[in-house]
């Protein structure tokens, strides 16, 4: 009998010394998986096993930065869930939920860790192609079609898809231009001038490498036609007149053929 009595007396102890404490498991996320900048929930469980009122505070930190702090009040027998607001970081962090009473004191505390992950990181957009300057140098042929419109609104809408593919074609003319003016460029402002040696008795008289003037002239005349033929496709106040010109002069020269037949 006496030994029933000192094992009750050891299960009663923790009760009778503390009163007020935390539940088994008292401590866990108002989300199973949280990631870092979400906004959970601290929920703590505390229980007053005393015949007297608790009045307190549940103190919540993380590692040892207070992370909120909420008054407590726990009639005899009663349990209570209190919450608090977190927003963690990536990583680890042990929770410790701090009872104390009105006068500061820790009566009991209980600690969890948790993992929180890291927010994925935002896929950088690729293209399919290097980035282009040309299709941002090209001039769009709004105005012309708003020109064409005022006149003619039928004629805008007949022409309309005729300007989206001719544009197309020219913005890709413009990249094949632009690669090939990046090219030769370097060939241009780079060009070598080696010069060969006529040895004339005890001298030796230097002479430009025929060559190399032809390879400097021929670079740089390909390189200003290149020049003036991106401006062409790039403007479209250049281009379209001068596919107008075009078009009219060979409807014009296939009307003098046919009348020649």
Do not use: C
């Not at 207070?66 to 869930?81: F, H, I, M, R």
């Not at 003619?152 to 020219?170: H, I, M, N, Q, T």
């Amino acid at each position: 009998m006496r030994s029933a009595t000192a094992a009750l007396g050891l299960l009663l102890l923790p009760s009778l010394a503390f009163g007020a404490g935390f539940a088994k498991q008292s401590i866990f996320l108002s989300k199973s998986s949280v990631t870092e900048g979400d906004t959970v929930l601290i929920h703590a469980v505390v229980q007053n096993d005393l015949t007297a009122k608790f009045p307190g505070n549940l103190v919540i930190k993380d590692g040892e930065t207070k992370v909120g702090s909420v008054p407590v009040t726990l009639d005899p027998g009663e349990a209570q869930a209190v919450s608090v607001s977190w927003k963690p970081s990536a990583g680890s962090h042990k929770i410790t939920a701090e009872l104390q009473d009105q006068g500061g004191t820790a009566v009991e505390s209980e600690s969890e860790t948790f993992a929180i992950k890291a927010k994925p990181k935002p896929v950088a957009a690729t293209s399919s192609k290097p980035s282009s300057q040309a299709a941002a140098a090209v001039e769009s042929s709004s105005a012309i079609q708003e020109q064409i419109g005022n006149l003619s609104p039928a004629a805008e809408g007949v022409a309309a898809p005729v300007f989206k593919l001719v544009d197309g074609s020219r913005e890709a003319i413009a990249d094949v231009l632009d690669s090939q003016i990046a090219k030769t460029k370097p060939k241009v402002t780079k060009i070598p001038m080696p010069m060969q040696g006529e040895v004339e008795g005890a001298q030796t008289v230097k002479t430009p490498d025929p060559q190399g003037w032809a390879s400097s002239i021929f670079f740089t005349v390909y390189f200003y036609i290149l020049t003036v033929l991106r401006f062409v496709v790039g403007s479209a106040g250049v281009f379209y007149p001068l596919l107008a010109i075009v078009f009219f002069f060979t409807l014009w020269r296939m009307y003098r053929r046919f009348r020649r037949v």
